[in-house]
């Protein structure tokens, strides 16, 4: 039989059209199974807490699981090459962190190429970098540190969370500004890094303020300066390391990625959701940096938040934000839980991101 040949030109249109009418099919039904958000570090620390903080929000938003997978060791390059050796369909998403761009040419020789692998997907948020001590060490200032590190040249040790690191590479250009000798000792992520600091095993580390600043406010580490140009509104007494050391400044900067070739639709698609305009309104995280003043508290029973004089601020669903002086984003708890009353915290009895984000979405 012969086909005519309107009919084979109408066919062909058609069958060219197909696989753009496929991925945008694919990406309104996104997600339509649980998607794995592997995170290169330990539970608990400043890339764990607002991954599954914002996957919680992106499970109830999307109606499919969003579970954090830890993967950790190697500066970030296991989890790392565990996304790029998966499927680019949507389904693996990677918690970027500033290792990743260092390790890019940190590294002579890797089994990936990030720029090339991992498309990016959204910012999320950019943690100020500090200089926490154990209290046993003597010094009280960034000038006393340099002091009591030059008297004990390679003897005292800095954590970090691992070679190539923020917090590594923090260390490393304190040393190069002040000349100081400082040992460096990697961990496997900031927590244990962190766990032995307090313990005393090491003296010193550069951390994320988010993870380090309850262990400040408990007295279990003395913090001497922030990596910040400026001092910050919610430790204003605090002196930035750049006033002893001009030049230094240091901040982690966190987003997501997936595999390179993960359909343009499904990464719009992404983006939107981790950009959600109306956030600070209808969803789980608020960023406005309008606020100002002490941390905030929110009301569970009624579902709002409230400031320190109980007034109204705005109401919301699913979780429900505390605000520190001078960040988008400080602290997040469920609203499940009942939070009363306001003060320098929220309740213990609510998950919570340890206070020191900046901002949550950019």
């Not at 970027?96 to 959204?122: C, E, G, H, Q, W």
């Not at 002040?178 to 961990?187: D, F, K, M, S």
């Amino acid at each position: 039989m012969k086909l005519p040949r309107r009919k084979f030109l109408h066919l062909a249109a058609g069958a060219a059209a197909l696989p753009a009418v496929s991925r945008t099919a694919s990406a309104q039904t996104y997600p339509s199974r649980p998607v794995r958000w592997i995170v290169p570090y330990p539970p608990g620390g400043a890339t764990d807490i607002p991954a599954r903080l914002i996957g919680q929000y992106l499970s109830e938003r999307l109606g499919q699981q969003f579970v954090i997978e830890n993967r950790t060791g190697a500066g970030a390059n296991i989890g790392t090459e565990a996304v790029v050796r998966s499927p680019p369909d949507g389904y693996t998403l990677l918690f970027i962190s500033t290792a990743n761009m260092i390790n890019a040419t940190y590294y002579t020789k890797l089994p990936f190429n990030f720029m090339r692998d991992i498309a990016p997907v959204a910012g999320l948020l950019r943690v100020p970098i500090v200089l926490v001590v154990n209290p046993s060490v003597p010094a009280k200032t960034v000038a006393e540190f340099i002091a009591y590190a030059k008297a004990n040249p390679g003897k005292i040790g800095a954590a970090s969370a691992g070679i190539g690191t923020s917090l590594h590479l923090s260390a490393e250009l304190f040393k190069m500004l002040t000349g100081v000798e400082l040992t460096h000792v990697p961990y496997r992520g900031g927590v244990p890094a962190l766990t032995d600091l307090i313990s005393g095993q090491v003296p010193a580390m550069f951390d994320n303020l988010s993870t380090s600043l309850e262990h400040i406010k408990a007295g279990k580490l003395r913090l001497l300066g922030v990596g910040t140009t400026a001092r910050l509104e919610m430790l204003p007494d605090v002196p930035t390391i750049a006033e002893t050391v001009p030049g230094f400044e240091a901040a982690s900067v966190f987003g997501v990625g997936v595999p390179t070739g993960t359909p343009v639709e499904i990464i719009e698609k992404l983006n939107g959701e981790f950009t959600y305009s109306d956030a600070a309104h209808r969803t789980h995280l608020c960023a406005d940096a309008g606020y100002r003043g002490r941390v905030w508290c929110a009301d569970g029973r009624d579902n709002r938040k409230v400031g320190p004089g109980r007034q109204v601020l705005r109401r919301n669903r699913g979780l429900i934000c505390a605000i520190s002086a001078g960040y988008s984003v400080t602290s997040v708890a469920l609203n499940r839980s009942a939070v009363g009353a306001c003060g320098e915290g929220l309740q213990p009895n609510c998950l919570i991101a340890n206070v020191g984000f900046e901002n949550l979405i950019v």
